[in-house]
């Protein structure tokens, strides 16, 4: 998945709005906004970060490395 396609940014927002929800509804905190929104984009952080790491290995042409 490339990280600048519309199916990325879809991605994102559905696990924003999934992050986002089980933060806001399950919380009885004062601040539960807040909490819920920097949770939410956490994940998208999170998931970012890990989408980056995977594409950097998946379009590398150098073959696999043998270690003996």
Known sequence: ??????????VLVIT???????NYIGNTQ???LQSALL???GGMVGLTIGMMIYNRSKNDQSGPQHFD
């Open 30 to 32: 004062p601040d539960k």
């Open 39 to 41: 949770n939410g984009l």
């Open 1 to 10: 998945m490339e990280l600048k396609s519309v199916k990325f940014l879809v």
């Open 16 to 22: 924003f709005v999934i992050v986002f929800l089980m």
